[in-house]
């Protein structure tokens, strides 16, 4: 007892000196802004003695404009800030522990740069903070090439023959543009990126844990394309010109102009693509049972030409030091002209012909949508900052069918028309609001939102007989579809020196409402279904030391069947061959597990994990002796175990690699009376080369190759890749450049598969015009200057499924 009663008056006067010394280092929080109020990322900050200017740490700003520094002696300091395009600033002498947080305001550099030099190699790929940055000019390749293709060679996508787009061997991705849905799915979207010129694009985000802001849509993530962004004052832009030569012609071509003045900034992008293409299309598909047995060969050829026109304006108003306001108006503006030519021969067992049937067909696309978003940004006195945006959307397509078939041969002669009208019609109204509070090492985020889907459409099919055309009412049909969602989220999130983390949840209400308005042939049916979902979401992430950390990352996702999905409708793909909606079909669910590490930011290794509920598949079926039918449904789960592996080299002082692999072992298993089960090992392998040829002339080499991999039940893919290359020559004071770029040098990227289905299967290759040469002339002018923060929009997930996949 008497120890304790020492020990206690010990404590007792020691205390005040414990007390002192505890408090003899305090933190710091540095906010780094410009005089529009906006933060400014990536700036480098100095924290000096005021005494001598020695530095004591230095730090450079996050993506919202703030440094923190831990554990600074008590003191006075000064911190210098620099930044590219602002002048450096210094600011006055101030004292620790009485000032913990300091705001610097940041003016910009008034020196007209008449040229910029940029002598150090961008990387193809980085990460930052969970996600893959892919830096689409940092390869002279992508000249001249369309996002889609700049997608197919990024590390750990694929897109498949039906335009679907997986990330890490996990389908089911949300595609975003600026942050925004493009509101196009499958095909359609396929069509949108494909048309879409790579020269537009300045970064790709790939997002495989979504934070509990972003909507919960995408069970294997994001795909976030970040466009170009003038950033210059006064009046100034830059203009590209392509053209390129496949078995057809291309043109890309595009300008973007901006002009900024004290508290505003307006500007408008620009794009005229003309692309044509070719595609040929092998199938034999082989019917059997226990006695017989039948082939159908079907080479098709199809031929398209498309003008595409987008346009994407809007205007920032700098309002005060606190509040911004703003709007964008966006358009696209697609005509294809699609013709093809297809021979249907049928073999008997012995493959001796049987009958031929011959089918030309047209399938004009029209597209006109167009929407305007509205936003205001306002930093409150707390130091929280509130933000509101509105988007109204419309999307309009317009898409015709017409198909002839003939027969002429010793047994029969015939000639048969049909054609078809199939408009989508879709108008989205969406709100939302997020607020964000800063903390000293960290911030809260919360938000809510609301969206609105109305689509009314009617495809209308006729069938000729004898000249004459009269309705077919076994495939038209009047569907009417409203959705609506609404949602809320928070999390919060910590960073220390060596820990982070974060935490978040996110809840969603879904409510749709769909009527298939019948005919004189057939009945009229409706559905409607209301269902609540949380998903939570979060990160631990722990740096052991100055070469090793790692990352643990979870999430849960939902992935909502597209619009058209749940249409029971026919679309005529050939004479043998249809596809129909699937009102049944409900929302997977995803739980994704990701471990990383990170060895001196040269190799980084992942380990994954995701499980997938009712898991979306194509489905194939005998509707009768000679026509398969297409559909998709709900096939029970999937077990999808991943190690990716990504490797940053540098052989010579000139030669930059970057090599990603991502293996998967997936395990479909059926619960809905399927007799499909299967599984598979895939390894997808991308790899690029920069090469530093002089301070003006430079090359890549980059391509892919995937093994067999699937990614529905009854369908495997054999392997494919390409090879590519560029040479890109800075000009006129590297105001300018030129580029070519070589796609699929050896002509190897062909989708290739196999579909099984109850008595008979399918072997299938596509062969796309993907051999291009590639010639771009660039020319950039202005002076470099931190472009303005623009709105992310609120109009998510519901936009990207608007169409057929």
Known sequence: MKSILKLVAIIAMLWPAISTAQNTTADLQVIIKETNNQSVPYASVELKKASDQTLVKGAFSNENGSANFSSIPNGNYIIKVSAMGFAVKTSEVFSLPAKKRIEITLNHDTKQLKEVSVNATRPFIQRSEGKLLINVDATASNAGSTVLEVLEKSPGVMVDRNG??????????????DGKQTYLSGTELNALLSSMNASQVNQIELITSPSAKYDATGNAGIINI???????EGINGNLQIGGGRGKGYRSNNSMQFNYRKGKINAFANYAFNYNTNSTEIYADRAYFDNTNQSHLEQPSHLSSYAYIQTLKTGLDIFASEKSTVGFTLQGTLINRSNQNQATALWLDKNNTPDSVIYTTGKAPLNVRNG??????????NNKGEIGFDLDLLKYRNKSNQYFNNSRNDDIMAYERQSRGEIPTRLNIFSAKTDYSYPLSRGKIETGIKFSNINTDN?????????????PDFNKTNHFIYKETISSAYGSFDQKSDKLSYQLGIRIENTHYSADQLGNM??????FSKNYLDIFPSGYLSYKADSLNSFTLLFTRRIDRPPYQKLNPFVLIINKYTLQKGNPDITPQRTWNFELSHTLNQFL???????????????IFINESNDILVYTEGNVGKMHNYGIGLTLQLKPLSWWDATIQSNFNHKVLNNSNGLSFKSNINQLH??????????KTLSADLSGFYTTKARNDLQEL????????????????????????ALRDIFYTQAMEGLTTFPNAQEYFKLQTDSRVAILTFTYRFGKPLKPAKRSSGGASEEMNRAGNS
């Open 164 to 177: 679907g787009i997986s990330l890490q061997g996990k389908n089911g991705v949300l595609v975003m543009i």
């Open 226 to 232: 970040k466009t170009k962004k003038n950033n210059q």
């Open 371 to 380: 929407g305007i978003n509205f936003y205001s940004r306002h930093k409150l």
């Open 458 to 470: 009617f495809a209308s099919y006729e069938l000729n007989n004898s000249g004459t055309w009269f």
């Open 521 to 526: 042939q057939k009945p009229s049916s409706n």
């Open 604 to 618: 980084t290794t992942t380990l994954s994990y995701s499980l997938i509920k009712d898991y979306f598949s194509q």
């Open 685 to 694: 392998t991308s790899m690029n080369n920069q090469f530093k040829i002089s």
């Open 717 to 740: 893919l054999y392997p494919n890749g390409q090879l590519s290359a560029g040479l890109s020559k800075s000009i006129f004071k590297n105001a300018g450049s030129i580029k070519l």
